[in-house]
């Protein structure tokens, strides 16, 4: 018997909410704001090319990948530069984004299923974005969050998950990593030596040679019971 599993580590962005929709209304109320406040920028470039430049901003400073936050303000201060604009906008604007940003919709199988784990494990929120469970109102189901912003490096380095396994004070095998990501949540958290749960909710083929999840799961309903699985397996 491998042991008992002591705390849950949950993705956010497209584990427990589908995240490409939550941005991109973000995205579009501070698309509508700038119209407003800074006319010469929507007058060139409509809400995909703003995106297309700002996804090119990021791959030119990969420095600032850990921290989505910092990532987006230094875009749009490089944006007010490029149009000769000050910058007086910049803070507010990333404000009015943020805001937004934590206005999510949970997946419908998540509520029940953490009411559920939460009466039985430790459960934890990690994250290499820059969703707040506290803005986002799912803190109550949470010990603690670890974001990539908070210790300088995204998953999958094993700093990120050395930083879970700090603050929970737990051995690698009483924690496992529940996460839509095959590389970021699963590799990394394997690598460290962390179980892991891969939320495919799209059921697509497993591709990376180096490891496999120890479970997956369609969706949450199925969570308890793969958990029991885990902790019984020879």
């Not at 460290?192 to 749960?197: D, L, S």
């Not at 120890?214 to 019971?225: E, I, R, Y």
Request: proline content about 5%; some cysteine.
């Amino acid at each position: 018997m491998i042991g008992p599993l002591k705390l849950l580590c949950f993705d956010l962005d497209d584990t427990l909410w589908p995240c490409a929709a939550t941005i991109s209304a973000a995205e579009r109320k501070l698309y509508q704001w700038m119209q407003q406040v800074a006319p010469e920028i929507t007058a060139e470039h409509d809400s995909d090319s703003l995106r297309e430049k700002r996804i090119a901003f990021w791959k030119a400073h990969p420095e600032l990948g850990h921290d989505l936050s910092k990532m987006r303000l230094a875009s749009m201060h490089a944006l007010a530069d490029e149009f000769g604009l000050p910058h007086d906008w910049v803070e507010p604007g990333f404000e009015l984004y943020y805001q937004a940003r934590q206005q999510i919709r949970l997946f419908a199988d998540v509520a029940p299923a953490l009411d559920a784990l939460s009466q039985r494990y430790r459960l934890a929120a990690v994250t290499n974005g820059n969703a707040d469970i506290h803005l986002t109102r799912v803190a109550h189901w949470f010990e603690f969050a670890i974001s990539a912003a908070a210790v300088g490096k995204a998953k999958p380095h094993s700093d990120f998950f050395a930083a879970i396994q700090s603050r929970a004070g737990l051995p690698p095998a009483e924690i496992v990593v529940i996460g839509d990501d095959p590389e970021r949540d699963i590799a990394g958290a394997s690598q460290h030596g962390m179980r892991t749960v891969w939320v495919n909710r799209e059921q697509q083929g497993w591709d990376h040679d180096a490891c496999e999840p120890d479970a997956v799961v369609t969706d949450f309903d199925q969570l308890a019971d793969v958990l029991r699985q885990l902790e019984t397996a020879e």
